[in-house]
C-alpha cells in the first residue's frame, strides 16, 4: 500500500511541475510535499529536489518546456482574436438612433451592455441631448452592424476597429486546466485510500486548493471565448447642433450668403446683448456712481466762484484807496 502511494504522489507531483510551469509551482502550498511517510511520501531530500524555489535550473527547464508545448498547440488550433469598435457618430434624433441601435442589437443576436443618455451643449450654450451605448453582438456580424449603425447618419465623425489575439493565452489555458484535473484526480485516488486523519486532511487541503484552481482556470477560458463570440461595441451619438459648419475652399455665392446671414444674426444678437447689459447694469451704475460724483462737481465748483468773489470784492476797496492817494 505504501509503495502504490509513494508511486501516486510522485505521479501527482510531476504532472504538477510540467503542466503548471513556474507560476503554478509558486502557487501551490507547501504543505503539498509534507504528507507523512506513512502515506508512503516521499523522502526530505526528495522534496527538496521538487521544491520549484530550490531549483532555478529545473524551473527555466519547465518553462522553455511549456512555452514550447503551448507554440505548438497554438499554431494548430483556430484563432481566439477579440474584436471590438468604437464610434462617434452624429445624427438629426439622438434618442431615436439609440433605441434603434438597442432593437439592431436584438435582431442580431446580441444585447444591450449599457446606455446612457444625457444633455450636452452646444457653442451658443444650447441645450442638446447626447447619448453613449455598449452592444455586444456576435463577432461574424460585426461589420454588418457597423454599417447599420453608420447608415443614414449626418457625419461618422470616428471609427475605430481592435483585435486582439488571445490564441495562445486561450491554448495555455486548455493545457493548465487539463493536468490540474489529472493531478486533481490522482489526489482523489489518493485520499480513497488514505488511513490516517493526518494525511487525510492534507490530502483533502490539496484537493480543495486545486479545484479553486481549476475553478479558476474554466472561469478564464469562459470569458475568452465569450469575449471573441461577442464583439463589443461602443457608439457615442451626437446632435447634429453640436457639429461646426465645414469650411470650403472654393468660392459660393450661397455660401457667402448664409455666412453674411449669420454674420448679421451674430451682430444682432450681440447688438441685443450689449443693450440689455448696458440698461440693466452699465447704466444704473453710471447714475449710482455720477450722481454724487456730478453734486460735488456743483459744489465745489459754488465754493470755488464765492471765494473768487470775495477776493475780488476785498481788492476793489484797496485799488479805491490808493486812487484817492
Known amino acids: 500500500m505504501k509503495n502504490i502511494m509513494s508511486f501516486g504522489l510522485i505521479l ?18 507547501a504543505d503539498f510535499y509534507s504528507i507523512s511517510p506513512e502515506m508512503g511520501g516521499a523522502p526530505a531530500g526528495a522534496q527538496d529536489e521538487l521544491m520549484p524555489a530550490s531549483a532555478p535550473e529545473a524551473r527555466s527547464a519547465e518553462q ?22 468604437d464610434l462617434a457618430i452624429v445624427v438629426a434624433d439622438v434618442e431615436g438612433r439609440m433605441k434603434n441601435i438597442q432593437i439592431l442589437a436584438e435582431q442580431m443576436g446580441g444585447f444591450v451592455v ?20 455598449v ?7 460585426l461589420d454588418g452592424v457597423l454599417e447599420q449603425i453608420k447608415k443614414d ?6 471609427e475605430n476597429i481592435s483585435g486582439q489575439d488571445v490564441t495562445a493565452e486561450y491554448v495555455d489555458l486548455q493545457s493548465r486546466l487539463k493536468n490540474l484535473e489529472a493531478a486533481e484526480a ?12 493526518e494525511d487525510v486532511v492534507n490530502v483533502f487541503n490539496q484537493l480543495v486548493y486545486y479545484r479553486e484552481q481549476i475553478e479558476l ?3 478564464q477560458i469562459k470569458y475568452y471565448e465569450e469575449a471573441a463570440a461577442l464583439s463589443a461595441i461602443s457608439v457615442r451619438i451626437i446632435a447634429e447642433e453640436t457639429i ?24 444682432l444678437k450681440d447688438f441685443t446683448e450689449f443693450i440689455i447689459r448696458f440698461v440693466i447694469y452699465t447704466l444704473p451704475v453710471w447714475i449710482i456712481v455720477g450722481i454724487p460724483l456730478y453734486l460735488i462737481f456743483l459744489g465745489a465748483r459754488k465754493l470755488f466762484r464765492k471765494l473768487r468773489g470775495n477776493k475780488a470784492r476785498n481788492e476793489q476797496p484797496q485799488e479805491a484807496s490808493v486812487e484817492k492817494k
Open 12 to 29: 501527482v507531483a510531476a504532472l504538477i511541475l510540467t503542466a503548471c510551469g513556474t507560476a503554478a509551482a509558486t502557487e501551490a502550498p
Open 64 to 85: 522553455t518546456v511549456s512555452n514550447t508545448a503551448s507554440g505548438v498547440s497554438a499554431s494548430a488550433v483556430e484563432r481566439i482574436v477579440i474584436k471590438n469598435a
Open 114 to 133: 449599457s446606455s446612457n443618455l444625457y444633455q450636452s451643449y452646444t457653442s451658443d450654450y444650447i441645450e442638446v441631448p447626447e447619448a453613449q451605448i
Open 135 to 141: 452592444i455586444r453582438v456576435p463577432s461574424e456580424k
Open 153 to 158: 447618419t449626418v457625419e461618422v465623425q470616428t
Open 186 to 197: 490522482q489526489l482523489d485516488d489518493i485520499l480513497k485510500t488514505a488511513t490516517e486523519t
Open 217 to 219: 482556470v474554466k472561469g
Open 244 to 267: 461646426q459648419p465645414v469650411v470650403i475652399g472654393k468660392w459660393e455665392p450661397k455660401g457667402v450668403a448664409l455666412e453674411a446671414v449669420q454674420d448679421l444674426i451674430n451682430f
